[in-house]
């Protein structure tokens, strides 16, 4: 019996395609059989939040920084010639053409697969997200929980 | 007998010094027998774009993509003090003052080496970027090639 | 007896959120008995510069780079959000508010918990950054001792 393949991914950035580029690797390795974790941390985050307007009670800073983050995948910029949002725009409109997956569909589509979305309730902390900000399906866990599903992984990527 | 050793990278990044980094382990990996790919997507695959104008038939977004992406490795920019361009110019005077090889000649030592260059043909199709237009010698393939290569790889990195 | 677990790290990023998460990996795998190495190159170098200004003689333009790049983790910006340098006291004060705690602290307790702290001797060359302008207690080293480390290691990141 062949051991159980295990793909584990720290989603640091907040760029819509180094999400996609977590995603796609993710998704493909969920097909080929992985067991899939991808763990959500710092602007990464960003990926998981729901895309209206959810009133929690905040501090000032914390909600500065939540006015000022992308609200959801669909939201996020490029990491390269981002030029003001046109960008993504772009990106967007010949993902469309090429009948490429959008992030937001990749995202559901790794739920469909059972990846393991994690969410770091460090970085929520910090930046002052909860977890009525973030989609349902979800895991919340720390840096342990990370370690204990990446030491026995196959591929460890940090994006 | 040992085993293969195997290292992977995933070169997302258009930056010039990234790209060396990426290259530089690379060729130190295969100079320990390692097999090596480099799987590039994304801006990444503007390091294995041939400098001089290949004319292609493309579509206006694609070409407009085409145009401000910078053609092959010896035109990329720095990820931190670009500063319009003259970062790389300093980086490159520096290097050659301590005789460190520049990025275009890490690639063809990585091509000697027969270190495996792959350019992701998912990304080449979304950024209209055509085979004509990158360096030969190197091989195409998708997300499921590089999974492949990855799940046995002794060393992985996204970078 | 099970084998000893290891964690090798590439710090390349010099930004105070990415060194961030890259530390606090690190002493998390520290505390689960992994063996860490964090091998510090490019940007990623300054975070092991001593704050106070260290007289070395330069030439003109590792001086150049030399004034420019942080001296020492509590300078380093933010990849996302930095406003000209606010972010990062942001980032900061929130972090106090939270009783998190901040690069300089974790990478003495990086120190405390024999993670070895690698300086590319490469890249110190091209930067012009010499040994006195380092942290004490840091090992000197290339790509050859960190292709050592990380092919045995369990989890491998380029940050």
Sequence with gaps: MEEQKKTTIVLFSGDYDKAMAAYIIANGAAAYDHEVTIFHTFWGLNALRKDENITVKKGI??????????????KMGLSKMNFAGLGPKMIKDIMKKHNAIPLPQLIEMALEQDIKLVACTMTMDLLGLKEQELLDNIEYAGV???????EKGNINLFI
Tied chains: 1, 2, 3.
């Design 144 to 150: 342990a929980a990370y370690l204990a599903d990446a």
């Design 61 to 74: 800073m914390e909600r500065v920084f939540g006015k000022m983050m992308p609200r959801g995948a669909d």
